[in-house]
């Protein structure tokens, strides 16, 4: 099933017709599909009337235009397959699979049902794809803008797949660069320790982290086992749901490392941290903080300089790899490689295609590479799964029995029957998941929610939605008619059982004493008096950070960007429902600029030190901190992520790319996490509703999970729906 980018797909599209007009009538203005893929003019015609219908990208009919005159020995099939290519890659697929285009052309272009029914539309995208021959591959093969592998033509052909030439050579070096460090010679060298001798070696140390008397020894196993695989080969990946241990699993790792390089070496490895996103880097040098001082209390040798030689910072990849503005290569590669022995990636689901080849790129041969994420959230935005990839056997683990026997000794654990394979690939023996979490357990209505909708289970998802059992995880019906149950929701939230709505923060703003929020906000230490004109800029961060943390409590999330459930109409709407209740000040349309304003940052600016994904609110400031008669101005207050709790002030009038925050696109909250979270789900269906999509959505949630729902079948669909991205990563036998 074709997945859709939020960034373009419109509400209310529906599903792909199953029976669309075959041929369009004789007064259509358009050609006919026969016509069409007789002439290469009429084709590249219809390909704009296409993308007028919003069915395709101007991108996408962009293409073929400029290949036919490149590449005019091209006939119309091949012009059409060029679109399709590049309408996967919109789509986040990495190849146009030819066989399914032709054999299952309406999972491909999502084309409204009464828009295909319409005579005066143009033929739908299936009527020519259905009318393809089998000489299609042969005819693609003949075409000098494809070649079938290294080379420099526009498009690679290999055994029915077509892909645009970067992402297959991408997607080439990401498999190459993995398959060289699953298959490092002398694994058992002291670098990567796998013999016997070396398993032996590691254990005192293991048992140092996860001590088999901690209490907890049963439900850390898997991250004592994830630990022992990271340190046997230069790659390992670590995937596992919320609040698994991903960050103390990766801590306690680094120490093991730095503890054996330290013995045997005589010296630290040169080792960083990096994530996607600048939201998500911030938030594990939050969480590492406290994993790294909870080494305090294990009775490791060498402990300070273990401890000191973990990194303390993490920084995005593109920090990481330096990025050149405006183009796509990094200052970092393989003929300047990273001068380091290892780097972890957190979050690394968002990780496209794209970067994680920079990034292999830019590593020396001998560094180590440890991916950490949740292999069920969302896939990156742009092209490629990569970890989806890389975890599509976690589940049954495929453990050799050679390496199990290793991970005992390692260890003292034994690995369950059920994860052995005598036939278990290369990969499988660097993937470690994490199966218990420790935030959410049994008893949690989201930790049970959320292994409903991942087994794809929509009645039992209901059925805990619904359950009184479960007050974390809740329900709303959302008739489209009902305005008032949805604004409620984001101004007050629950109400009860402390799950806040946007009141909350506008309340730390402004106190408005007596009502329940000032109460709950003056308990949970938020609530500071805002300070005088002449206070010092320390006191005015210690003002903005509390109302940041307040802000955190609450978070509405949608699939879609425009529609009547898309962030740009719920903007709209929450603005004025906050403005007519008092909590904001916002004069009309014309004023994008008003205390109180949540936006969300959209791109990199490292001029201002910001990063996509950060979120920032404008606060009524003085336009000099400490000097009372130069009065006030807005600006908006970013955390600086030093850990102490200071602000970045930014004037509005620099912020080139924001968007006001009070809703956000479920894509755009990946790598964040809120106390309480509400997900409003469409009252149509449409591809962008997806199982990840759902999960990505309730896994947010800190503690507290409200679902929108306007239609149980909606939501029934999309549990049901799974994205498959389409690539070759390590989907075949013998990787
Ligand atoms: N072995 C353990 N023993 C006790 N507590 C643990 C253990 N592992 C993790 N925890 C606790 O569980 C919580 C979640 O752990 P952690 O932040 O490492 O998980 P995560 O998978 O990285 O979470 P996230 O979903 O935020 O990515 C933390 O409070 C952590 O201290």
Redesign the pocket.
């Known amino acids: 099933m074709s997945e859709a980018n939020p960034e373009v797909h419109r509400e209310g599209k529906g599903e792909t017709p199953g029976d669309a007009a075959s041929t369009a009538l004789p007064s259509s203005p358009f050609a006919t599909p026969e016509q069409a893929l007789a002439d290469p003019e009429a084709l590249l015609s219809l390909l704009f009337a296409w993308a007028e219908y919003g069915w395709i990208r101007d991108l996408d009919a962009a293409l073929p235009h400029r290949l036919a005159r490149l590449a005019p020995d091209g006939d119309a099939s091949c012009l059409l397959a060029a679109m399709l290519v590049s309408h996967q890659a919109g789509q986040g697929h990495l190849l146009l699979d030819l066989n399914q285009a032709r054999r299952q052309p309406e999972t491909l272009i999502a084309v409204a049902r009464d828009v295909a029914r319409d005579d005066a539309a143009p033929p739908p995208p299936e009527a020519l794809l259905g009318r393809l021959g089998d000489d299609w591959v042969n005819r693609l093969q003949r075409w000098s803008a494809v070649a079938q592998g290294p080379g420099a033509s526009p498009l690679v052909l290999e055994a029915e797949r077509l892909y645009l030439r970067r992402y297959w050579r991408n997607e080439q070096r990401v498999a190459s660069a993995i398959a060289a460090r699953l298959s490092t010679p002398g694994t058992s060298t002291k670098d990567h320790p796998t013999a016997d001798s070396d398993a032996a070696r590691l254990r005192p140390v293991l048992d140092t982290l996860?001590p088999p008397s901690?209490p907890?020894a049963d439900?850390?196993a898997s991250?004592k086992l994830a630990c022992a695989l990271g340190a046997r080969a230069p790659f390992a990946v670590i995937t596992?749901?919320?609040?698994?241990?991903?960050?103390?699993?990766v801590i306690r790792l680094l120490a093991l490392l730095q503890t054996q390089a330290i013995a045997e070496r005589g010296a630290p490895l040169a080792i960083r941290l990096a994530a996607p996103t600048g939201k998500a880097a911030a938030?594990l040098s939050e969480?590492i903080r406290?994993?790294i001082a909870?080494l305090d209390e294990l009775p490791l040798p060498d402990a300070a300089q273990v401890r000191a030689s973990i990194p303390h910072e993490v920084s995005t990849l593109h920090r990481l790899l330096g990025a050149r503005p405006d183009t796509r290569h990094f200052h970092h590669h393989r003929l300047n490689p990273l001068p380091l022995d290892m780097v972890a990636v957190d979050e690394a689901s968002m990780v496209d295609i794209d970067m994680m080849a920079a990034l292999l790129d830019a590593l020396p041969p001998h560094a180590r590479l440890v991916l950490l994420g949740?292999k069920d959230q969302l896939a990156s935005v742009e092209a490629g799964a990569v970890l989806g990839n890389l975890c599509a056997r976690a589940e049954q683990g495929h453990y050799r029995r050679d390496v199990s026997d290793w991970l005992e000794a390692a260890t003292g654990l034994s690995l369950p029957e059920a994860l052995h394979d005598g036939d278990g690939r290369a990969l499988d023996q660097s993937v470690a998941m994490?199966r218990h979490s420790?935030?959410f357990d049994d008893a949690s209505g989201i930790g049970q929610l959320a292994r409903a909708i991942n087994a794809g289970d929509s009645r039992r998802a209901l059925a805990v939605l619904d359950d009184t059992a479960f007050p974390q995880a809740q329900r709303q019906a959302l008739p489209r008619a009902n305005e008032r149950r949805l604004m409620t929701l984001a101004l007050d939230g629950r109400g009860q059982d402390a799950a806040w709505g946007y009141r909350f923060y506008l309340g730390a703003i402004t106190p408005r004493p007596d009502t329940p929020e000032a109460g709950a906000l003056e308990q949970s230490g938020l609530l500071r008096p805002r300070p005088s004109l002449s206070s010092e800029r320390a006191e005015w961060d210690r003002w903005a950070s509390a109302i940041l943390e307040a802000h955190a409590q609450f978070q509405l999330l949608t699939p879609l960007r425009a529609g009547h459930y898309g962030v740009e109409s719920l903007n709209q709407r929450i603005e004025q429902a906050l403005a007519r209740a008092g909590l904001i000040d916002k004069p009309d349309h014309s004023t994008h600029w008003y205390e109180g304003r949540p936006v969300l940052v959209t791109g990199n600016d490292y001029a201002l030190k910001l990063m996509n994904g950060d979120i920032g609110i404008a606060l009524k400031v003085p336009v000099e901190f400490a000097n009372p008669e130069a009065g006030t101005t807005l600006r908006v207050a970013f955390p600086a992520g030093d850990g102490q709790g200071g602000i970045r002030w930014v004037l509005p009038s620099r912020l080139q790319r924001v968007e006001t925050v009070f809703a956000m696109t479920v894509h755009k909250s990946q790598g964040s996490?809120f106390v309480h979270t509400a997900l409003v789900m469409p009252d149509s269906l449409s591809p962008i509703l997806t199982r990840e999509l759902v999960y990505t959505a309730v896994?947010r949630a800190k503690k507290t999970f409200t679902l929108l729902s306007a239609s149980d079948v909606v939501l029934a669909k999309a549990i049901e729906r799974r994205i498959a991205r389409q690539s070759r990563l390590f989907q075949s036998p013998g990787t």
């Open positions: 996860f901690d907890r439900q850390a991250q596992g749901g919320p609040g698994t241990g991903k960050t103390t699993t938030r969480s406290d994993q909870a949740d994490l420790f935030r996490e896994t």
